[in-house]
């Protein structure tokens, strides 16, 4: 994927730890074929983030935001990234790839009556420690 393609050492990194994580672990499952180690589900049909950074996360590493839903992309739902000045238009089915625990990021809300929903996928700095 775009992750491999554009952040091949990063991407090696974080598949290398986390097959060291499940070999070292048989009774852990991997439930998704992915090389985050953990997703959240933001559920609720409004989803909205205030400004935040990810402080838990690979500094130099990269987290997934994919949103999806049903609404108006030119009316909101915005991805913003504070640090770099720049509010990107973030349809439902876009996906975008940042280093959430240095860029300071949320997103603008929707209107009245649409919905809007993500799926995050990131991986906790202390897996990495695994690989020392």
Known sequence: GIFQ????????????????LFTSSPRLIRWFNSVFAGVS???????????HTDNYNLAFGWCAITALGNFDPDRGGHMILWDLGLVIRFPPGSTILIPSALLTHSNIPIQPGEECYSIIQYSSSGLFLLGL
Not at 5 to 20: E, H, Q, S
């Open 41 to 51: 589900l933001n559920l609720s049909p409004e989803t909205v983030t205030w400004p």
């Open 5 to 20: 393609c554009y952040a091949a050492n990063t991407f090696g990194l974080y598949n290398d730890d986390l097959n060291t």
